[in-house]
């Protein structure tokens, strides 16, 4: 059986080079080989990741709402998508925003013991970076990335920065 956390490591990897027809495919493919209690909930959670990869980020909570997770990791990589899908839709009110950015420390807070101190800080920076970019909308955005040793989904952050200066 494959530990869940390698096969999200998988898919995140072969999300690089692969198209999302095969990377489904290759989900529904090796999702019975994987050891999880939570089938269903590891399967959406690798689709939600493939549709991150290609840019469909409304397609993202659809998948998932309501879910039941094996690990810490699922949980806290579950937020980081859900909070992009937030962040990207055009018609999500920033409060709503926010009190997914709330939750989602919240969980990062009360499982800060289970997970190691680089993964803590690149999740907590992550968040940071999105509610300045949020409230950017508001003031001048003044935003560094420098300053984040550790972050989260870095290359799209730089995407979501540059896009934000441009405007």
Same mark, same amino acid.
């Given at each position: 059986? !494959?530990?869940? !956390?390698?096969?999200?490591?998988? !898919?995140? %990897?072969?999300?690089? #080079? ?23 909930? /590891? ?8 549709? +991150?990869?290609?840019? &469909? ?7 998932? %709402?309501?879910?039941? $997770? ?5 949980? !806290?990589?579950?937020?980081? =998508?859900?909070?992009?899908? +937030? $962040? /990207? ?8 925003? #926010?009190?997914?950015? @709330? &939750? $989602? ?17 690149? &999740?907590?920076? +992550?968040? @940071? =970076? ?13 935003? &560094? =990335?420098?300053?984040?040793? +550790?972050?989260? @989904?870095? %290359? ?12």
């Amino acid at each position: 059986k !494959i530990p869940v !956390i390698r096969f999200h490591n998988i !898919i995140g %990897s072969l999300s690089i #080079f692969k198209n999302d027809s095969w990377l489904k495919n290759f989900i529904s493919t090796w999702i019975n080989k994987v050891n999880t209690a939570q089938k269903i909930a /590891t399967q959406c959670l690798a689709e939600a990741q493939v549709n +991150f990869a290609m840019e &469909n980020y409304d397609q993202i909570l659809g998948l998932l %709402s309501g879910l039941d $997770y094996d690990t810490v990791d699922q949980k !806290i990589r579950a937020r980081s =998508l859900e909070l992009i899908a +937030f $962040y /990207t839709d055009e018609n999500t009110k920033h409060d709503l925003f #926010f009190n997914a950015a @709330h &939750n $989602y420390k919240r969980l990062l807070k009360r499982h800060k013991s289970h997970i190691s101190e680089k993964l803590y800080k690149a &999740n907590y920076n +992550f968040i @940071h =970076l999105l509610e300045k970019l949020v409230k950017s909308d508001y003031k001048n955005l003044d935003v &560094n =990335l420098t300053q984040y040793d +550790f972050l989260l @989904h870095r %290359s799209w952050c730089i995407g979501q920065v540059k896009l934000k200066k441009s405007k």
